[in-house]
């Protein structure tokens, strides 16, 4: 079992920054690729934001390349999600996965980015 809490969420002004941290706990954190994702308001499905593996292999979203960046930190069991250049539309609940194989898949409660002027 794996428990993940966000946090860093908030309220930015268009081509802001902020830093999503994603802190897990429970065994195996190294075993599990981790993800970013987002659901924005209105829209019925969260999308993918970012992904980490379990060896570092990272893949974006084509619309956060060169803005956001994953990482991940298996001594502290936490991701994180820097996000740059933040736009109006990247305004979304942003939620934390943890998944390995097609046995374990959790998520966390989600943290909420608004970005307006």
């Known amino acids: 079992q794996v428990q993940l809490v966000e946090s860093g969420g908030g309220l930015v002004q268009p081509g802001g920054s902020l830093r999503l941290s994603c802190a897990a706990s429970?065994?195996?954190?190294?075993?599990?690729?981790m993800g970013w994702y987002r659901q924005a308001p209105g829209k019925a499905q969260r999308e993918l934001v970012a992904?980490?593996?379990?060896?570092?292999?990272?893949n974006y979203a084509d619309s956060v390349k060169g803005r956001f960046a994953i990482s991940r930190n298996n001594t502290w069991n936490t991701i994180y999600l820097q996000m740059n250049n933040l736009k109006p539309e990247d305004t979304a609940a942003y939620y934390c996965r943890a998944s390995r194989g097609t046995e374990y898949n959790y998520w966390g409660q989600g943290t909420q980015v608004t970005v307006s002027s």
């Open positions: 992904t980490i593996g379990r060896f570092g292999t990272i």
């Open positions: 429970g065994s195996g954190f190294r075993l599990y690729s």
